[in-house]
């Protein structure tokens, strides 16, 4: 079993940055591939980014791209979200994700991933 707990979430303007956090707890972290989703009101929960278990490995939704950087310390069991240059159309419900999957190609489906967290929202003002 794995906990995700983030946080970071907030109001900002656009044109602002935001740091996300994932704090993770249980079975050993280095294991999983993690990944974070979004979710908007009305929306579905759409695929941001992931990284690979060492962290050489990145993946990024076109819409976040050059925007966007993640990052882990497996040091310390936590992934990282900065996101700066936010826009309005980045609001939303923010989510850290476990898997143990291997492929990069199942990366941005949620049903690769085993464990959520309960989100942070991120608030962007235009």
């Known amino acids: 079993q794995v906990q995700l707990a983030e946080s970071g979430g907030g109001l900002v303007q656009a044109g602002g940055s935001l740091g996300l956090s994932c704090a993770t707890s249980?079975?050993?972290?280095?294991?999983?591939?993690m990944g974070w989703f979004r979710q908007a009101p009305g929306n579905e929960r759409e695929f941001v980014s992931a990284?690979?278990?060492?962290?050489?490995?990145?993946m990024y939704a076109d819409s976040v791209k050059g925007r966007f950087t993640i990052s882990r310390d497996n040091a310390k069991n936590m992934v990282y979200l900065q996101m700066n240059s936010l826009k309005p159309e980045d609001t939303a419900l923010y989510f850290c994700a476990a898997t143990t999957g291997a492929a990069t190609t199942g990366w941005g489906r949620q049903v690769t991933y085993k464990y959520w967290g309960q989100g942070t929202q991120v608030t962007v003002s235009s």
């Open positions: 249980g079975r050993t972290f280095k294991d999983y591939n």
């Open positions: 990284i690979s278990r060492g962290g050489s490995t990145k």
